[in-house]
């Protein structure tokens, strides 16, 4: 899908500069920019992903420690890492896609195909982004699990807390049915 560069007649005083758009590629660009083009969104969206786990571990981390104070602030920077990171899969996508037409393979093509039929060392950089962005989405994976069980743990102490207040606690009968029990007024020293 290479298009030529499209030429404007100079000006006297200008050499002849050739004007292209976003998703032209000039004839003369070969395989070898291609795979540069692509290895650089791959390090963008690596970075992108890094980014969202760090995000994830420091809300981890304020979850732990009982920092409640800045989780809105710690959970805005987690949709922002999210939203980054969508967007350079999004890049990376469309990329691939172009490559694999200009490659003359189906526009589905995945990375792993590209890599495939990419000469041996750029089936190495390929490879080894694969690996690392993969090796980052489990890492990223597990760090929001390990967030929502955080979140989980913490709604039901204060569900706890609050049943306690309230005077109402949910204990369970000999058949299994939850049953509420209220254990009377709470007493409060008024002395101070």
């Known amino acids: 899908m290479a298009a030529a560069a ?24 070969g395989a070898a920019d291609l795979y540069t083009a692509l290895a650089s969104l791959l390090w963008n969206e690596r970075e992108t992903l890094e980014m969202l786990l760090y995000k994830l571990v420091q809300e981890q981390l304020l979850l732990a420690a009982g920092q409640l104070r800045w989780l809105p602030k710690a959970d805005h920077e987690v949709a922002e890492a999210i939203r980054q990171t969508r967007l350079a899969e999004i890049l990376r996508a469309a990329e691939t896609e172009r490559i694999a037409v200009e490659l003359g ?31 980052l989405v489990a890492d990223v994976q597990a760090a929001a699990a390990e967030v929502r069980n955080l979140l989980n743990a913490g709604a039901n102490m204060l569900r706890e807390t609050l049943d306690a207040v309230t005077h109402s606690v949910g204990t369970y009968n000999a058949d299994g049915a939850k049953v509420e029990r209220d254990f009377g007024a709470l007493l409060l020293d008024a002395r101070g």
């Open 105 to 135: 393979l189906p526009a589905d093509a995945t990375l792993k195909d590209l890599a495939e039929i990419a000469p041996e060392n750029w089936t190495f950089v390929l490879e080894e982004h694969r690996g690392g962005l993969r090796a």
């Open 6 to 29: 499209k030429f404007r007649a100079p000006a006297a005083d200008q050499k002849a500069m050739p004007e292209t758009t976003f998703d032209e590629v000039p004839e003369a660009a």
